[in-house]
C-alpha cells in the first residue's frame, strides 16, 4: 500500500488537454511509496445550492477521494495572458 496518496484532477474535460498528459506523465515520476490516482470531472454539474443536501452520486464520489488523497494536484488550462478564471 503507497505511503502518499495523491489524487490529481485535471482541470480540462479535453480528453487530449496537456493538463491530464501532465497527470500521465508524474505517474511514471512517482517515488516508490507513493500513488498518483486521476480523477476525471466528467459528470460533475455547474455548482448548485440547491442541491447541497442530496449532492449527485459524481460529486459524492469526489469529496470521498478528496478526503481520502493525502494530496491533491489539479492543474488548470492556461492562457497566453491571464490564468484561469481571473
Do not use: H, W
Request: glycine fraction near 4%.
Amino acid at each position: 500500500m503507497p505511503d502518499l496518496k495523491i489524487l490529481g484532477i485535471p482541470g480540462s474535460l479535453r480528453q487530449a488537454s496537456f493538463n491530464r498528459f501532465a497527470l500521465v506523465a508524474a505517474q511514471a515520476l512517482l517515488p516508490a511509496g507513493a500513488s498518483l490516482d486521476i480523477f476525471e470531472l466528467a459528470g460533475i454539474p455547474v455548482y448548485n445550492q440547491d442541491l447541497d443536501k442530496q449532492p449527485p452520486a459524481r460529486v459524492v464520489e469526489m469529496k470521498t477521494r478528496v478526503r481520502a488523497a493525502d494530496a491533491s494536484s489539479s492543474p488548470l488550462p492556461s492562457t497566453t495572458t491571464r490564468c484561469p478564471a481571473c
